[in-house]
């Protein structure tokens, strides 16, 4: 009965082995962490307890070290010793071999360890060299762990990017915005129109080819890091001088497979200028005068912009941005019908939102960017990375981030909204068959530069 009590307590019910870097859950069930994570990387979430199935909402385990310090006693000591070994005898000081040569790796008795030939190296009782050895197999697995949930959110973008790319491969939205954008400026731009239009196709298809590239190479990744994380801990549970005797091929491929990590593809169309695009949009330019500022935790909330761009009627005004460190603000004024036409300056802002919202949508309390009601351009970072989305319903646009001056043109009587690169006279997107079934309100959102 003691030596099943004994078992049961330092062993993990998992792999029904001595416990390896334990963690101990919120219902006191202890077990190793790589068993751990392998479970619940199977099991559906949220994750739970295997024995008791009780919900466990901390993630982030540390290492139980009353455990751990526990079961390398009982590793020596207890009657499943799966780390004794066959006791050498020194044949020539007829002594226990019972250290270990770090450079020889060999198994010494004390005088041994002594002699010359030994003196200048680093020995250890066997029990602590395993022990010692086994913590860096698991600095390793930790590291490897962590790669392994890199590699598995970028596939899953990856397969997210690649079913959009494929749905419109042939980017039929974007011809439909550009095509009529060519024909308003100028009729006889229609050699130019068709090049765009090509070279649109081809990019799109050269990065779909990269995209399936990119998940293919993340599966197979997936598969390899997997492979060896379970190669770890299998080594981690072998007896010490089973463990301190085998060759460092293992780890040398965990090193190895953790120095190249396949990168998400980023995809990104080319922006090419329209002719005549920025006069014929500077027919409609108004006048913006922005209130109700605020400052909120509802939205995601931006630094203030450098400045805008006043109308025609109004050359003088400065309509700089009081310095607040977060900007909400839309229109004083709001449109129900006709043309128009505005810029804002967003060279000085990593993330910014520009556009129109209805009045409804301006006096709700949540403010969700994908309701009805908004239609905006978003620009977020993303770690060192800008990102373009556009709300309603909130998707990536694949154009580059524009580095001066944005457009907006509202045609209220047609039906569209439009985001425009001012500095190359470039298409960034449209929201198409728009119903704007109440007066618009420029919006306005800018953070930190």
């Known amino acids: 009965m003691g030596s099943v009590i004994f078992w049961n307590e330092f062993t993990c019910f998992l792999c029904a082995k001595y416990f390896i870097d334990p963690v101990t859950l919120i219902c006191q069930h202890s077990f190793c962490m790589p068993c751990l994570c392998l479970c619940w990387e199977e099991a559906q979430r949220p994750p739970c307890c295997p024995v008791c199935r009780e919900p466990s909402h901390h993630m982030n385990l540390k290492t139980n070290i009353v455990l751990k310090t526990r079961v390398f006693l009982a590793r020596r000591t207890g009657p499943y010793d799966l780390s004794s070994y066959a006791e050498e005898i020194c044949e020539i000081h007829m002594k226990t071999k019972n250290f270990f040569c770090e450079v020889t790796k060999d198994v010494l008795c004390l005088p041994c360890c002594k002699s010359e030939e030994h003196g200048a190296h680093r020995h250890c009782s066997i029990e602590w060299m395993a022990e010692e050895y086994r913590q860096k197999l698991l600095k390793q697995m930790r590291s490897m762990w962590q790669k392994i949930q890199e590699n598995k959110r970028n596939l899953k973008r990856e397969v997210s990017k690649l079913r959009t790319w494929e749905v419109n491969k042939k980017f039929c939205f974007i011809q439909n915005m550009i095509r009529p954008e060519y024909w308003k400026v100028c009729p006889f731009v229609h050699h130019e129109e068709k090049h765009y239009l090509r070279k649109i196709e081809e990019e799109s298809d050269e990065i779909f080819q990269q995209l399936k590239g990119s998940q293919h190479n993340m599966y197979l990744k997936g598969k390899l890091l997997s492979q060896i994380y379970e190669e770890l801990k299998e080594l981690c549970h072998k007896p010490d001088m089973e463990l301190l005797q085998q060759p460092h091929v293992v780890p040398c491929r965990s090193e190895s497979a953790q120095l190249h990590m396949p990168q998400p593809v980023v995809p990104q169309l080319s922006s090419w200028p329209i002719p005549g695009l920025v006069d014929w949009l500077n027919q409609f330019q108004v006048h913006i005068a922005l209130d109700n500022e605020i400052v909120t935790g509802h939205v995601p909330v931006f630094e203030d912009l450098r400045r805008l761009l006043a109308g025609p009627d109004h050359p003088a005004v400065d309509n700089t941005p009081p310095g607040s460190k977060y900007l909400l603000a839309w229109g004083a004024e709001s449109f129900t019908s006709g043309q128009h036409y505005w810029e804002v300056d967003v060279a000085g802002c990593c993330s910014w939102a520009i556009g129109f919202c209805n ?69 960034i997107c449209r929201f198409l068959s728009c119903s704007f079934s109440s007066p618009l309100k420029p919006f306005l959102c800018s953070g930190h530069p």
């Open 359 to 427: 009045d409804s949508w301006a006096r709700k309390n949540d403010m969700v960017l994908e309701s009805e009601g908004i239609f905006l351009l978003l620009c977020i970072k993303e770690n060192n990375q800008c990102s373009l989305f556009t709300s309603s319903p909130l998707s990536p646009q694949y154009v580059k981030r524009p580095l001066g001056r944005v457009g907006l043109f509202l045609d209220y009587d047609g039906g569209f909204l439009s985001f425009f690169n001012v500095a190359n006279s470039s298409l």
